[in-house]
C-alpha cells in the first residue's frame, strides 16, 4: 500500500488549522510551490523546514520526520 507523502506534516498541519495557504504565505511563495513539495514533487529545503518548523512548533531534531520522505 502506498504511503501518503507527508502525512505526519499535513496531520500537524490539519491539528494546528494551518493551511497550505498559510504555509505559502509564510514562506513567500506561490500555492504551486508549496504544492509541489507537500505532494513530493519537490523537496523541501533547510529554509522552508526552518520557517514552517518554527511556525508549527516541531523542534529541529524532528525535521526529518515531517520534512523529508525518508524511511526509517
Known amino acids: 500500500m502506498a504511503r501518503r507523502k507527508f502525512a505526519r506534516l499535513k ?42 518548523g518554527g511556525l508549527l512548533e516541531i523542534p529541529r531534531a524532528q525535521w526529518v520526520d515531517y520534512f523529508s520522505e525518508e524511511t526509517k
Open 11 to 52: 496531520a500537524l498541519m490539519y491539528e494546528r488549522e494551518f493551511t497550505q495557504e498559510d504555509a505559502a504565505r509564510a514562506l513567500g511563495r506561490g500555492m504551486a510551490y508549496i504544492s509541489r513539495r507537500m505532494n513530493g514533487h519537490e523537496p523541501f529545503n533547510f529554509e522552508d523546514a526552518r520557517v514552517l
